[in-house]
């Protein structure tokens, strides 16, 4: 081990005193190969006029519009100017830097499986699945040293939880990576480079760098930007070639003997631990649209396990792992990303997502997992030291020609009729002068024209939400020039301030008929009716603002839901409905609504899962069809995992989640009150899964009620005209 790592700090000593040779050099030192270097940078051919001399020294416009579209270049995950994983062969403008903040996050069951189970922490049963999730970030730093040199710089931290570990919790804080990017142009469009990367990882269970987990990458890197053809394409495809000599599974060395046996799957996937070197191959591509500001990409990449070094895979494994001796594995990912830059230039948002390919169901021991999916987000900032010359500016200044006034102005004011406050932005037009450019009102509703000369106007107005109008104005000849504006009113009248509700009943086979829809806009004014045999129906007239909709249909749970109406439009309004099962889970007993499933909550939070909208769907049914409950309390209960403090506090969030959701879905929040009681109140001992799977429940309890009444018969037909609350016939398809 020790003399792989010196083998390591040789290789990156060597390569940084290359660097510092060429970097010393004076302009035009040829380096072979018909390539000189110099400050301005590695440049191919047999003359150095060509690129450093004055016959080929940039003009500064063009100097300035290069800087400019390399500060819209972003650095990789761990920096170096690239796409989220892989650097391209080219950099930023001498002086730019770039600094990138990076979070990314995954949820996933996929490390236990049936073929490859995990060892029980508990002990029992092996587990053939696993929950794990994961959320971590990294912060990149960059600078561009010389026109062909990169330096970058990362460090981060992550944490992997699985309730099936022992620890649960795994975390990896301040691993840090170091590189430099060369790069030179071989013609126009196509550039290739060279990038040496050193990566310090911290040892496990304690703070500080493990030197002999000490690893390195060499990077061979080829680009082609395809931008700067003679016909550009808005496109730039890369390759990297990558030796990483990975020293990562050194960490576990002090642990693994402790334990005296392996470290299991879920911790080798949680520290990203490999124990063998690997060969990295990655493609990538990058589009260019709306004027650069948006750039998707896609890239690829693959990793080949090489020299194991005669590692010996471990017999009788406890983590049931494979052994790359007799399963050679290649682990690898699809990205799909883009950036976008929708601001000042050098700010950056990315976007991307992780698929892994291989690896993420077949394990072995030398290498880590690969994630079935990670999603990333992140934000960057490029900017540039150097100072931009001034530019000079020529300012035109028109001579102002003097015009003979011709007559008098007038002023209107456009305003809804008996009313007096004015319409804004209204449009006035000339009737007789249609050649004239329209007025529009101001704030206050008023317009004032050029002077005219003697006669009379016509306006034609229009507003939005009122019926056209116009107003005229005569304005007679021989009189003297009136000191202020002749006025003219311009009333117009207002359109119906309400909208129409257009929708459909259905289910999940199609349209149901003869629903009953009841529908209460924001003015409280009541609209019933039944669809069509088409499930369909409108209600006109309907008040602008949030209205609650109703519906009953035979075999079916009544639906309630909202419905933002806006004025002088038609707003949709499409119903699923869901049919009654055949054998009720919800029962109305004398003190309890008694539910024969458990509503299904995300672990240790109050997030109601979707698999139990069904059930919850039928509770508020009860509700709606139950008006002699007049209150229950809802209690939330758990299990006795956890602090007492903490246990209440999460029944109590389960139980306001309950009634937020009943009281959204049509159920009167004044008969409900939410109560959580924690681990206080179990049905069972907490001695088992199954009983404190009991334990962990929400109940119904009714408070108060009136005598036993029956439920209102579903069905009923829609309120006589005149009946109070004011009911409004609708129109029906």
Known sequence: ??????????????????????????????????????????????????????????????????????????????????????????????????????????????????????????????????????????????????????????????????????????????????????????????????????????????????????????????????????????????????????????????????????????????????RVDHFDINIGAEAFVLKEKLRPFIEYGIQIPINRQGYACRLNNPSADKCLANDPVAPSKLTLGARAMPWKNGFALTAAFDIGVTGTSNFIEEMSPVAPWTFYLGAGWAFDTKDRPPVETVRLVEKPVEVKAKGALVSGLVHEADKTEGIANAIVAWDEHPQWTSLATGADGRFTTHELEPGTYTFSVKAEGYKPGSCKVTLPAGAAPAAAPIQVDCPVQALPRVGAVVGRVKDESGAVRGAVVKLVDAQKRTFSGNGDDAGAFRFSEVGPGTAQVTVDAEGYLSYVGTV????????????????????????????????????????????????????????????????????????????????????????????????????????DGGRLVARGYGQSKPLVPNVTAANRARNRRVQFIIVDQDAAAPAPAKGDKPAAKGDKPAAKKPDIK
């Open 1 to 274: 081990m020790k003399t792989k790592a010196f083998w390591v700090l040789s290789i990156l000593s060597a390569q940084a005193a290359f660097v510092g040779t060429a970097a010393a050099q004076p302009a035009g030192i040829s380096l072979g190969g018909g390539a000189s270097a110099g400050p301005s940078g590695v440049s191919g051919g047999a003359s150095g006029e060509a690129n450093g001399g004055p016959a080929g020294a940039p003009k500064p416009d063009d100097e300035w519009a290069d800087r400019d579209r390399k500060l819209g270049e972003s650095p990789t995950l761990v920096g170096g100017v690239g796409l989220l994983h892989m650097p391209f062969a080219q950099g930023g403008a001498p002086g730019q830097f770039r600094v990138a903040f990076t979070a990314e996050t995954f949820s996933a069951d996929f490390l236990c499986t049936s073929e490859q189970t995990c060892r029980n922490p508990r002990g029992g049963a092996r587990l053939s699945s696993a929950g794990l999730t994961h959320i971590g970030g990294t912060l990149a730093l960059d600078v561009q040293i010389l026109k062909w040199l990169e330096a970058y710089g990362s460090t981060g931290g992550y944490a992997n939880s699985s309730d099936q570990n022992r620890p649960s919790l795994i975390q990896v804080l301040g691993d840090s990576q170091l590189g430099l990017k060369a790069h030179m142009p071989v013609n126009k469009f196509l550039h290739v480079g060279f990038a040496p990367e050193l990566w310090l990882v911290n040892g496990t269970g304690s703070v500080g760098l493990l030197g002999g987990g000490t690893s390195a990458k060499f990077r061979g890197l080829a680009t082609a930007d395809l931008r700067d053809l003679k016909k550009p394409l808005p496109v730039r495809v890369g390759t990297t070639l990558t030796y990483s000599i990975d020293n990562t599974g050194e960490t576990l060395g002090d642990i693994e003997a402790t334990r005296r046996e392996p470290v299991t799957r879920i911790e080798r996937f949680g520290l990203r631990v490999n």
């Open 564 to 667: 933002d109406v806006k004025a002088r439009q038609d707003n949709p309004a499409d119903i699923v409905m869901q049919k009654r099962p055949k054998n009720a889970l919800v029962q109305v007993g004398k003190n309890e609504i008694t539910i024969k499933n458990q509503i299904q909550f995300a672990l240790d939070s109050a997030q109601i899962l979707p698999a139990s909208t069904a059930l919850l769907t039928e509770i508020a049914d009860v509700f709606l069809h139950n008006p002699q409950i007049k209150r229950v309390e809802i209690q939330g209960h758990t299990d006795n995992s956890g602090t007492a403090d903490h246990n209440k506090q999460l029944s109590e969030d389960r139980a306001n989640a309950v009634v937020a959701w009943l009281t959204s879905h049509g159920v």
